[in-house]
């Protein structure tokens, strides 16, 4: 079976899932407070920052600090639940694909939804930015050319992340554990981007580009270059090996 096979069984397995709309619903209840207190976005307690760029962050904060996380974590745990089952993995583990592959075929699908859920997060942002502006008569929409690639950032930053829970999701056999430790490690982000290892820890990263786009639409709150290095390497090696210790333990209990 080809990798791309093995996908598509994936796939398969989560369409008629209500996975979609577990990621849909925090995504809009997360941006109906948006809308409801658009006017707070004027009061800037004079920071540099227009009214407009003010209701994109503030909005986007609330995604990367929780809603994308927990997100990821409940998406791991419901991807492998799929396979525990009803002991659903020992049929897996029965068809001519190599465990590498299962596991891999597992986390594209995982990235693949986190796509997905990026994609519903900058829908409600404009159809919340045209509501906001039709009930405070001023324009609170952004210019594609300006959402698109930070969010785009904010989602590739998001792979490392993923990795780590997807790790801990096979690692852990009990899914409350397995949940319970992934939103624990979602807490102390705001702290950690403060520090000098933020690079170190892959949850922080959405939110600390986001924080960059803040820095750079409000001058003077916070620093406006990326720490390209040592970042980019670190994040590289952690979602290797993420990855790595993920295919290995693969089905570990099952094998036995």
């Known amino acids: ?21 577990i990621l849909l619903i925090p995504v809009v209840i997360m941006w109906i407070p948006s809308i409801v207190n658009a006017r707070i976005n004027f009061d800037t307690r004079n920071i540099p920052i227009t009214p407009e760029n003010n209701f994109f962050i503030q909005g986007f904060m609330g995604m990367v600090w929780f809603i994308i996380p927990a997100s990821l974590v409940i998406c791991t745990v419901l991807l492998t ?3 525990r089952s009803q002991r659903g993995i020992l049929k897996m583990l029965s068809l001519p694909v190599s465990i590498v ?16 859920q990026m994609l519903m997060a900058v829908f409600a942002y404009y159809i919340s930015a045209a509501a906001a502006s039709q009930l ?48 624990v490690s979602i807490v ?7 520090t000098k290892l933020w690079f170190l820890y892959p949850i922080s990263y959405p939110f600390y580009l986001l924080m960059i ?18 970042w980019i390497p670190a994040a590289i090696v952690i979602t290797i090996a993420a990855l790595a210790i993920s ?4 089905g570990a209990a099952e094998r036995r």
């Open 188 to 194: 102390p982000t705001v702290l950690i981007i403060n």
């Open 1 to 21: 079976m080809s990798f791309f096979t093995a996908l598509g069984v994936e796939f398969q397995k989560i369409r008629r899932s209500k996975i979609l709309l």
């Open 136 to 183: 405070q008569h001023y324009d609170f929409v952004l210019k594609p050319d300006f959402v698109f690639p930070v969010v785009l950032r904010i989602y590739l930053a998001a792979i490392p992340m993923a990795a780590v829970f997807w790790m801990l999701a096979v690692l852990i056999q009990t899914p409350v554990f397995a949940a319970g430790a992934g939103l």
């Open 247 to 250: 295919c290995i333990r693969f």
């Open 213 to 230: 786009e803040y820095g750079k639409v409000a001058q003077g709150v916070y620093e406006t270059e990326i720490q390209w290095l040592p």
């Open 81 to 83: 639940q799929t396979e």
């Open 101 to 116: 592959k299962l596991c891999l075929a597992k986390f594209l699908v995982l990235v693949i939804l986190s796509l997905v």
